[in-house]
Antibody
Framework: QVQLVESGGGVVQPGGSLRLSCVAS????????MHWVRHTPGKGLEWVTF????????YYADSVRGRFTISRDISKNTVDLQMDSLRVEDTAIYFC???????????WGLGTLVTVSS | QSALTQPRSVSGSPGQSVTISCTGT?????????VSWYQQHPGKAPKLMIY???KRPSGVPDRFSGSKSANTASLSISGLQADDDADYYC?????????FGGGTKLTVL
């Protein structure tokens, strides 16, 4: 069955960096695009970034463009999110999710918590 | 990249029906038939309930249905059950990015 497992969350100071990773299994990883979506109690779900199945195109929310970078490693079945210049407002649970066409996401991981605080 | 607009909360008694609206613009909801809906219980991952405006994934009861008119999409839930008590989010493709609604808290009284 499809499984997505995120890791790498933690506590970091404003201006710091963190790298999240998501390991995928149970489906042909190289055939699917992948999303990162975050959740906060105040704003709910917010789409963060997407990478196409072949890594040829990457898209970002305005709120993270220039600070976050998505990448994937087909050999390891992983999709990573490098987060730099972190801000307090980046505090959230970060989910990786599998692409479902252009409509959104069909399978989600359990999430990893990122806390940005001094 | 503005969030789609959803009511903050809706409620209904067991067995009743409710509808949650999701209003966007002609650049997102109105432009594409790529609207999805997610159910999220506290502390859990979101679950896909509707995709491509009105399609149900395998395993989702037919009590859940989706529709769209112009810039507004809707999620309807009939025969409310206790387990439907959750947050619901809409999501729309907007041309090289995706946008979520602010979420609606459904309370089953």
């Amino acid at each position: 069955q499809v499984q997505l497992v995120e890791s790498g969350g933690g506590v970091v100071q404003p201006g710091g960096s963190l790298r999240l990773s998501c390991v995928a299994s149970g489906f042909p990883f190289s055939g699917y695009g992948m999303h990162w979506v975050r959740h906060t109690p105040g704003k709910g779900l917010e789409w963060v970034t997407f990478i196409r199945y072949d890594g040829s195109n990457k898209y970002y929310a305005d709120s993270v463009r220039g600070r976050f970078t998505i990448s994937r490693d087909i050999s390891k079945n992983t999709v990573d999110l490098q987060m730099d210049s972190l801000r307090v407002e980046d505090t959230a649970i970060y989910f990786c999710a599998r692409q479902l066409g252009l409509t959104g996401m069909d399978y989600w991981g359990l999430g990893t918590l990122v806390t940005v605080s001094s | 990249q503005s969030a789609l607009t959803q009511p903050r909360s809706v409620s209904g008694s067991p067995g009743q029906s409710v509808t949650i609206s999701c209003t966007g613009t002609s650049s997102d909801v109105g432009a594409y038939n790529f609207v999805s809906w997610y159910q999220q219980h506290p502390g859990k991952a979101p679950k896909l309930m509707i995709y491509d405006v009105d399609k149900r994934p395998s395993g989702v009861p037919d009590r859940f249905s989706g529709s769209k008119s112009a810039n507004t999409a809707s999620l309807s839930i009939s025969g409310l059950q206790a387990d439907d008590d959750a947050d619901y989010y809409c999501c729309s493709y907007a041309g090289n990015y995706w946008v979520f609604g602010g979420g609606t808290k459904l309370t089953v009284l």
